[in-house]
């Protein structure tokens, strides 16, 4: 293990940056958000690059799965210089880890892909990335950009989505892969999790990133062992563990009282999940690095101290004296033998059929497509629902509901549910905010007042994008033209 | 070629273009990629105004062989290469030098930035319009085009660098106050790149008396809006900033002495507008991320302000957990 990589998250905020320089000294990697280093291009530019594509051939046609309304394009923010001179400055490789690419999107929309490939190659280009990741699940579903990845069906439909977006990944980094994401409810036996991502993963260079804060955390929202998830791993796919901290939600934000694991990065990393950690790594040959996540806003000064320990203590399980900084070469695949097709599924079979049967394959896949189309669609209705525990028990009870949907929508616990539905209302809140000219004060003056406004806002505008001034421009706009009733005051 | 063979070709080339995956849709090095500014319709812009076009040189360098991607690495190359990855971090090291001269600027340095029309454009691409006369290999950090000439002067000689990587750490020095020290070195460093930009722009505009370029901008102003400058520049009337940095080199050529000071600096306000809330066409340096982060740009030890959250994970910063009390409290 003394060959592994210690990497660190760098966060686009000033003040972190400053205080957790000194920190890099321990590591040989940091690991960075891509989309937090980007900004929306100006609209000139935006519309003349998807006005390029779209005269090149490309389709430009955002529906279904529509993004009529967001960013067509990405440009860097300063933080992508600054990230940049900092990880040069320090001689360190560098590792991505996104969270809004939406891997598991059965139709994105052909825009928004177009974009983010568009940005990743330039981020790729300046940085380097020795591989790229994301979460495991949807955050732009139904052409939503809700920003919290959430929970997929380990379906062939969804494992299709998910290697065909890897495919594309691969063709600007030469290693990619997925993490096992925190959700706060299922569509799925969790249990299927791992057996779905060793599907996912069977190609020439993706790989597993596996999140043990996340592993643990599911496994008690999920109520299940976090061995018996470990034991169904493809482990041999493991390219990189993350260990962090996390904390609680308050008992307030639900009607039950109960309190759920948020994956906040925020607190001390739980002895549970160190112990993870030295129970997993002798079973991860193609392992490459561990990193230990921060986000932005959770160190001040007096922390340092406890991520040093952290680091160090990382450093000790490995079995390191001092950092690497010549890390191995990482090759074009993750440790595990190749496989060139995912075990045989119903649809994806490859083998040799008559025109009946492929006829009745494509009405097949045509169903199950739409099906994933329906899932997302009421996600996202359920998750702008002013009562989302409410508006899951009408659906439930709705007789037009197709079986799949209900077989899916049937395990969503309700906390989580209305916990998830919670973050989804406060990622937008934040951006809305940050794009405001007036920032806070928009909030802070009028509390009340504003949230109840947001509140109708949030309930019957869809929200087309990541973009913070999109958000506000967007929240304008409806305050301007809302009905009486609706208006705010 | 007879008509029909000739529509023929069209129509097939036209075809095979159409069917060019957007991804892999390329440009020459001379050419514009669509996110870029085109020399030749900012040169016009520029002569439109009577003003001189002042180019903020992009180095991002494309290769020829390859006929990548301007202003970025073809989606194809190859991740391992070492030239794309050189191109793309010398951009991204100069283009927030650019973005600190414009945003953190005093207002002289504005005013004369005001006097010109400004746009960030590849070297190549500006080649195919004006002649640039720098060694080859070299890429200025700026490039002024006269209205009304073919040729175009570049700032000489390399500003020094504002990267601070070889203040290296004392043995035994507490890291808090090796960054402090690397900090003031970095922002005076920082500050000596500035100074050089400003000095070689106005070594560039001295080429030329300003009546000249007054007289440049006249001819392009027309007769309202030159009498809606002179009315603002009369005793007891007010002045347009707008108009002020539009007009440029008029306006202070026009000024009686009294009012010198007050045109610079509506024009060095109207230019900060013009700069902060919209870059030059072509620059790249941005004020806010796509994931609720924040101003950058700043200069070295200026923080810039903070942002409230990132992208999608489950932290909950202290503004949200108030917004989300009150959410939940009127559920």
């Not at chain 1, 594309?168 to 706060?184: C, K, M, Q």
């Not at chain 1, 329906?374 to 439930?396: G, I, K, M, Q, T």
């Not at chain 2, 440029?248 to 306000?269: I, K, M, N, T």
Request: with cysteine; hydrophobic share 40%.
């Amino acid at each position: 293990m003394s060959d592994v990589g210690l990497g660190f998250s760098l966060q686009p905020d000033a003040q972190f940056l400053a205080l957790t320089e000194e920190l890099l000294e321990h590591v040989d990697l940091v690991e960075l958000a891509p989309e937090t280093l980007w900004r929306s291009a100006p609209r000139g530019a935006a519309q003349a690059a998807e006005t390029a594509a779209v005269g090149a051939g490309g389709t430009g046609d955002p529906s279904p799965g529509g993004h009529a309304g967001g960013s067509l394009s990405w440009e860097p923010n300063g933080y992508f210089a600054t990230c940049l001179e900092l990880a040069r400055r320090h001689g360190l490789g560098c590792i991505a880890h996104g969270v809004g690419l939406s891997l598991g999107s059965v139709e994105p929309s052909p825009v928004r892909r177009r974009a983010w490939w568009r940005a990743i190659a330039q981020t790729q280009a300046a940085f380097g990335f020795r591989w790229y990741t994301d979460h495991l699940g949807v955050s732009c579903p139904a052409g939503e950009e809700l920003t919290l990845p959430l929970p997929l069906p380990f379906d062939t439909v969804h494992e299709r989505a998910v290697r065909r977006a890897l495919a594309e990944l691969r063709r600007l980094v030469p290693l990619v892969g997925v993490e096992n994401t925190v959700t706060y409810f299922s569509l799925d036996e969790p249990l299927a999790e791992p057996a779905f991502l060793g599907r996912v993963l069977s190609g020439s260079g993706s790989c597993l990133l596996l999140d043990l804060h996340n592993l643990w955390t599911a496994a008690g929202h999920g109520g299940f062992d976090p061995e018996a998830w470990l034991d169904r791993a493809p482990l041999e796919r493991v390219v990189e563990l993350h260990v962090s901290g996390g904390s609680w939600s308050p008992p307030e934000w639900l009607p039950s009282g109960r309190s759920l694991r948020l994956d906040s990065h925020d607190e001390a990393v739980p002895e549970e999940v160190f112990a993870l950690l030295e129970q997993v790594l002798p079973r991860c040959p193609g392992l490459r690095a561990v990193t230990l996540e921060r986000m932005e806003g959770t160190v001040e000064e007096a922390q340092l101290p406890l991520l040093e320990d952290e680091l160090r203590r990382l450093a000790e399980v490995l079995g390191r004296r001092a950092p690497l900084r010549a890390l191995p070469d990482d090759g074009d695949r993750c440790g595990a033998p190749e496989t060139t097709s995912s075990p045989v599924s119903p649809v994806s079979a490859g083998a040799v059929h008559d025109a009946a049967q492929d006829a009745a394959l494509d009405a097949a896949q045509d169903a199950a497509l739409d099906a994933a189309l329906d899932v997302e669609r009421r996600l996202v209705s359920l998750l702008r629902a002013p009562d989302p525990e409410a508006a899951l028990a009408a659906l439930l009870s709705d007789p037009q509901l197709s079986p799949a949907a209900r077989r899916a929508l049937a395990r969503v616990d309700g906390d989580g549910l209305r916990l998830a539905s919670l973050l989804v209302a406060r990622l937008r809140f934040e951006r809305l905010v940050q794009g405001a000219p007036d920032g806070a004060a928009l909030f802070t003056e009028d509390r009340a007042g504003f949230t109840e406004d947001f509140r109708r806002y949030h309930a019957s505008q869809p929200s087309l994008s990541l973009a913070p001034e999109d958000e506000w421009q967007a929240f304008a706009h409806w305050r301007q033209r809302a009905p009486a009733r609706d208006r705010p005051g | 070629m007879k008509r029909r063979t000739f529509l023929a070709w069209t129509g097939l080339s036209l075809g095979v273009a159409a069917s060019t995956p957007p991804l892999l849709r390329r440009v020459l090095p001379g050419e514009v990629h669509p996110h870029e500014a085109d020399p030749a319709s900012e040169l016009a812009r520029a002569r439109s105004l009577g003003k001189p076009l002042l180019v903020l040189v992009d180095p991002a360098a494309v290769d020829p062989d390859r006929r990548g991607e301007a202003s970025e690495c073809p989606l194809d190359f190859a991740p391992s290469d070492e030239e794309c990855t050189a191109a793309a971090q010398a951009r991204w090291t100069r283009q927030p030098v650019f973005g600190a001269w414009l945003r953190h600027s005093p207002p002289e340095t504005l005013a004369l930035l005001a006097l010109c029309h400004l746009t960030s454009a590849r070297l190549e691409p500006l080649r195919r319009v004006v002649d640039v006369d720098v060694p080859a290999g070299e890429v200025p950090w700026l490039v002024l085009v006269e209205s009304d000439e073919e040729r175009a002067r570049a700032l000489p000689g390399a500003p020094p660098s504002h990267r601070v990587a070889d203040v290296e750490r004392e043995p035994d020095e507490e890291f808090s106050v090796y960054a402090k020290r690397r900090a003031a070195v970095e922002e005076q460093a920082m500050l000596a790149t500035l100074a050089v930009l400003t000095d070689g722009l106005a070594s560039l505009l001295d080429s030329r008396p300003q009546a000249e370029r007054a007289a440049q901008v006249a001819a392009t102003l027309g007769p309202k809006r030159t009498e809606a400058l002179l009315g603002g520049l009369r005793d007891g009337g007010t002045l347009d900033d707008a108009l002020a940095f539009r007009a440029g080199a008029l306006a202070l050529e026009r000024a009686p002495q009294q009012r010198l000071a007050e045109v610079s600096a509506a024009q060095a306000a109207e230019a900060s507008r013009v700069w902060t809330d919209n870059a030059p066409r072509g620059a790249h340096w941005a004020r806010s991320g796509g994931c609720g982060t924040s101003t950058v740009c700043a200069l070295p030890g200026k923080a810039p302000r903070g942002g409230v959250g990132g992208c999608g994970m489950g932290r909950v910063p202290a503004l949200s957990r108030d917004f989300l009390a009150f959410f939940v409290r009127h559920a």
